[in-house]
């Protein structure tokens, strides 16, 4: 999978009031108005430390008491897509896929062009099997993102092969290749793949292996861009 990509939830918008203000502009019988502004201003402030909480506890990988913290904010403000996209990524931590799912979903319905969401719903959509879906999430990324498409697609075939599904991975894999055709490790693991897909047949009453087109290619030009690689 490609490092800096995983993670990509967004910003936190803060809510600010200025009371100060807000008092000056007030006629002295408009009590209402100002307790209400303070309600607003101490609601921030408790989302504010929620998700606080929420992103140091998501750090040291306490994905339950981060999922609690992010959990309190999106009760307080659910039209954060923030709030959504951390809380996804503490559930996936925790390895409650279907809700980290959902937490994306809800993610992406407040942010669609974020391309990064997509790609990591893409993720947790191959760890629950739903693999078309992950193709779709993925293309999508790739779409919005043209410039890291290349990864997208690896990360595509990358989480494929973590799920042990070979045949699957080659396709998104020669996708990323198309556009990035020196990326040595896509090479590396488009050649295990279609090993993977080699059959057996009997010649003369000996089993010899019959690997699919591209196998050796595959393998050699990783070589050839990293002679030292592992």
């Known amino acids: 999978y490609q490092d800096g990509v995983m993670v990509s939830t967004g910003e936190f918008t803060r ?3 200025d009371l100060a203000k807000e008092r000056a502009q007030m006629p002295a ?20 430390e929620h998700f606080n909480l929420g992103l140091e506890y998501l750090k040291q990988k306490q994905y339950t008491q981060a999922i609690s913290q992010f959990e309190s904010a999106a009760e307080i403000d659910p039209q954060q897509h923030a709030i959504w996209a951390n809380l996804a990524q503490a559930y996936s931590g925790a390895n409650q896929t279907d809700k980290g799912i959902t937490a994306y979903e809800k993610a992406i319905a407040l942010r669609p062009e974020e ?8 993720g947790l959509y191959v760890k629950a099997g739903r693999f078309d879906q992950a193709r779709q999430a993925f293309e999508k990324a790739a779409t919005l993102d043209p410039g890291k ?27 990323a290749l198309e556009l990035d055709p020196n990326r040595a490790v896509a090479h590396y ?15 003369g009453g000996v ?6 087109p591209g196998t050796v290619e595959a393998f050699e030009k990783y070589l050839e861009l990293e002679p030292n690689g592992p």
């Not at 075939?157 to 045949?167: E, S």
């Not at 279609?194 to 010649?203: C, F, P, R, V």
Request: charged residues 25%.
């Open 115 to 122: 391309a990064g969401f997509h790609n990591n719903l893409g």
């Open 189 to 203: 693991w488009l050649g295990v793949c279609l090993y993977a897909g080699a059959e057996s047949k009997i010649e």
């Open 15 to 17: 809510i600010d009031i």
């Open 149 to 175: 498409a290349a990864t997208y697609h690896f990360n595509l075939g990358a989480t494929l092969v973590n799920q042990g599904a070979m045949k699957e991975a080659v396709e998104p894999l020669r996708k």
């Open 207 to 212: 089993v010899k292996t019959v690997l699919q």
């Open 29 to 48: 019988e408009q009590k209402a108005q100002e307790e209400e502004i303070r309600t607003e201003e101490e609601k921030a402030k408790n989302l504010q």
